[in-house]
């Protein structure tokens, strides 16, 4: 059983700028399993992008493709289990076995795999073997391999042998796209203002376009409606706020000392390290632009400041994302974090 869903595969999945690198390193491994540089490929990206949809396709047109060659696709959830089950019951070394004859093993979401030391062990010698006998390793992340945090440095420079490809958040064509092929796949017929609504504003989540599509479905048989622009504003909202995370000054600072790898007690402490100071600042910066709290509120919840030393961070931040790259990046990255 190779765990496929052949509802996942190129045919349906929509080209567009934000996958296109993905989609044809995902095909070109279709069309050579172990036979390309892309050895292992692993897909990156943010919640609903098609990370999933994309490793299967792969596997679905290499079985179609290659019928004798053995595809399996897992998540790194049921892989992990698997292993800790196969150490209960005495059956590790069959386990190891088993995943050693597979000609292509996909395995999903690998960032789940952080830090389960045991299970990345057995993986890093499976991956291995795999890879030295010529098979293909198709994994998927929510991240790049720069940014996967408790993964074992050999096993991500393994991550890094072959190709990393993004997949991006679609552009508004490609989304017009998508929407257009979810409705014409379900002979559902659209006025073009609805599907532009749609689009304009859900932006960064496939799986959402297709869940207004579900929804304005559902809704409009029940209830025997057209569809109307007001059905697709109820509908939109209602995603638009469930998706939305609620972003307090406590949230901020978490996320803050956990990119600079502190706790929140030394990112409040008095110290005057540099490294510190600049991600308190930070988290007052990021508490003015994506709170409603006063500056006196932020400053006596980030350490027990005083309104003019928020003041001053925020300025200070301002100045140094003009002048310093790396500050730039700190910035673009913990907006990034917060507000997706
Ligand atoms: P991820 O694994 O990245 O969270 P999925 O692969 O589960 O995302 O994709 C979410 C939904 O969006 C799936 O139903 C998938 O078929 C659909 N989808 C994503 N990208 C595309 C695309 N480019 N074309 C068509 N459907 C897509
Ligand atoms: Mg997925």
Redesign the pocket.
Known sequence: ESQLNPN?NFA?????DS?RLARSASMAVANKPGGTSFNPLLIY??????????AHAIGVEIKDKYPDKTVLYISSEKFTQQFIDSVKSNTRNDFIHFYQMIDVLII?DVQFLSGKAGTQDVFFHIFNHLHQNGKQVIL?SDKAPVDMQDIEQRLLSRFKWGLSAE?QA?DYE?RIS?LQ??LFRDGVEMPEEIVEYIAKNIKSN??E??GVIISMIAQASFNRKEFTIELAKQIVDKFVKNTKKEVSIEYIQKVVSKYFDMDVATLQSKTRKRHIVQARQLAMYFAKRLTKSSLASIGSQIGQRDHATVLHACKTVDNLTETDKQFRKYVDDLLKKLTL
Do not use: Q, S
Request: zero cysteines.
């Open positions: 996942y349906n999945f929509v080209e567009g996958n990206g943010g919640v609903g992008l098609g990370k999933t949809h994309l999903d998927t997949l679609p490609t998508i092929n979810k496939v799986r376009l297709e």
